[in-house]
């Protein structure tokens, strides 16, 4: 399914932090040679590509070489297996070396265990213990996977451990906090995103207290955290922060009001929304305005949007500003049929030619019986596959906005028509592929009898992507046995897919809910699958089922890598790596992290040099967030026809890096983003491979359907 990133959905995303990016680390990782023996480095990254724990690497953990022994603790994290988590403890607790604390730390985070949580815990009760900012950082990620596995509202065993995790990260928190003159950075930046991910209670008072710091990029990360965790703390201090010399300090303090609803602030953030110099300050404010619900914001917007509209040649980001006025002006006038904001969306759509889903979705909302009577852009005989799919995406908008509509009324009828155009457009012989799944996600939300009559149709097809959606809305159905056999008769298929597991994750996510002995059966058929991520999803679907636990059924990748492509991959650590990615907005470069991510960045080069980026559009661009490219279909589901292994690493993701888009852990293929600003709530969880170190003024400009014309990779 779609290579996207937690936590983003549509236009109304969970933004951003805003730091440049270090020159002086770039520097050092790339003039840093691999200190590591080539022979036990290509031991390392197959264990790695293979998802493999044994003897042979936990014995790398007692190496007498701190970087070998870093280097394996950080292999071990990426793995993922359970066993590796007592050797890493006593290696966090016992190592002479503070760099393999660290990444010993680092790796137990990465493998969410709450068998780790002592020797973290251990680490931060004691100011004197190093590798203290990763160690916070770690319990962060392992403490939310223990809140996550928790069964909903039912008190555990693991309660008090859980409690335990939770106040280990709130005090070394505080303790820095105290000790301000001295206290250490990245223990703060890690300490707060670590807040974010665990949610303690009562964690506002402490939070806002870092809202004073010196440092711009802790008042931002601290901003992120209150807006994340919608805390409604230090209003007042807040609201001075719009005022901040720091554009992204502005941009999310502009988010906590919205989060908060502090309603009083309303003409300091229209004024953001309308007159910052930064782009990102802008958007930020004008998504804070359709939280704050005050229509007093649409006819300001609006004459923004217009002016936004004419400026398009001059400014090319306008268009990604004037989207999000649409999305906001949608939030503010639903059902108003406002005239005014419909004139503005008409040409909206009209300048979009009907292929923005924002656009879309604000024309339904604001008027939907009008958005019905019309039908498509520009009266486009032959629509495209984006502009059916915008239309189904548009039609879902009209049932948000008419809710209780009586039998026979305006609404009742404009709902029925929404309803009967979606099915009519499943019905065409002629729907384009790419249009399906869009369609029929749209015409499920409305909960009409026969979805799961178009769903079991469309799970038959060939196309994998379309096959997905169709379990996916199955899935969401009342359990019966009619869905039960359509999903068993698909797997099989689906199973046998060489280009993408997609269909067959979803078709078991699906059997999954049908919570029957024949439906846990059938996802036992998948433990035999030659795919390492099926196996592991079957894996976690019996287990969440009781069935029982397979874990040993797992077992390890079977990667088409050989000996050749690890050393290829190898051999450029230390080197200068780039790619320089030509647009039609112009080019930036990357400098890769080979270092980092070796792996990754050879399947990028390996793609560039085919030619497969040349010609492709820009599906995905979220301001103040990141620009995503590398999508062969255009739809945000396209990929090589292979996965490789994420490189989870310790570089943060900051202002231009460079990242692998996943629709789950190990799907990375040909996807990647790049941050307009930094995104603490990634790290850790997608692999970073590189920064636009030219160019980044080009990145701002891009907007969704620019295309990538060639690729050129450099190495010396």
Known sequence: MKRTLQGIVGAFVGLTIGCAISAAQTSKRVQSRAAVPDATLLTIIRHEDERRWDDQLQALLTSGDPKVRARAALAAGRIGDDKAVAPLADTLIMDRDNAVR??????LGEIESPGGAYALVTVLQDPEKPARARAIEALGKVTAAMSAAKPGGQNTPDDDRLDQCKAAIVSALRFELQRKPSRDRMSV??????????????????VTKFLDDADPAIVATALNTMARLRLKDGNERVWQLLSHSDPIVRANAARVIGTAEHKEAFDAVLERALRDPDLRVRVSAIRTLAGLKDPRAAAPLIKRGQELLSSERVNPSARNEALEVATTVGRLLPGSDNAEAVAFLRAMRSHTKGEAVEVEGAFARVAPAIYLTSPSADNVLRPSWIQISRRAQGLASIKEVITGAATGSAGDNTLKGAQKELA??????????????DVLEAYAGYKMPDTDQFARRFLQMHDVVVRASAAQVLGNQTPGETNTRALIEALPHALRDKDSDDAATAILGALAKQKSATANDAIKTALDSSNHLIRRRAVALLKTNG????????????????ALDYRRAMSRIGKHVTAT?????????????PEDAPLTVDNFVRLARHGYFNGQTIPRVVPNFVIQAGDSRGDQNGGPGYQIRCEINEVMFERAAVGMALSGKDTGGSQWFVTHSAQPHLDGGYTVFGNVIRGMDVVDNIVR???????????R
Request: glycine residues 8%; neutral net charge; hydrophobic residues 45%.
């Open 102 to 107: 660290e990444m010993a730390a680092f790796a």
């Open 705 to 715: 359907g620019d295309v990538i014309r060639r690729v050129i990779v450099s190495e």
């Open 581 to 593: 990615v030509i647009t039609t907005r112009g080019p930036f470069t990357i400098q890769f992290l």
């Open 547 to 562: 069935v029982g636990d397979f874990s040993e059924r797992i077992g390890t990748v079977q990667t088409s890598n050989t």
């Open 189 to 206: 930046l890690l300490g707060l995103t670590a807040v974010l991910r665990t949610r303690p209670d009562g964690i506002g008072s402490l």
């Open 424 to 437: 009519e457009m499943l019905q065409r012989p002629q729907l384009p592929t790419l249009a399906i799944s």
